[in-house]
């Protein structure tokens, strides 16, 4: 069965950036919608950014033309790529992919922007 595991979160300097990828267990990428999430403690989890499987992109107002998701095919995997990073940004980072009858989440990545 499918499943996503995130790695590239760590602690970075405001103005910094950091590249999270999405690998996935089997070939999925371009097949179905996938998207970066965040959510902070005692917060709604929200969208940061989405890919459906024409390669549209949508991104959540507060990253916008600061964050890019895209796909490496080569790799099975959905990047984001962070610029300008904000202590806001701060949160931890969690990916998923719709499948429609099912919905699979990864495990989550933490996001720390700090002096």
């Known amino acids: 069965q499918v499943q996503l595991v995130e790695s590239g979160g760590g602690l970075v300097q405001p103005g910094g950036s950091l590249r999270l990828s999405c690998a996935a267990s089997?070939?999925?990428?371009?097949?179905?919608?996938m998207g970066w999430y965040r959510q902070a403690p005692g917060k709604q989890r929200e969208m940061v950014a989405v890919i459906t499987s024409g390669g549209s992109t949508n991104y959540a107002d507060s990253v916008k033309g600061r964050f890019t998701i895209s796909r490496s095919n080569a790799k099975s995997a959905v990047d984001l790529q962070m610029n300008n990073l904000k202590p806001a940004d701060t949160d931890v980072y969690y990916c998923?992919?719709?499948?429609?009858?099912?919905?699979?989440w990864g495990q989550g990545t933490q996001v720390t922007v700090s002096s």
């Open positions: 998923n992919v719709d499948m429609s009858r099912k919905i699979v």
């Open positions: 089997v070939s999925i990428i371009g097949i179905y919608t």
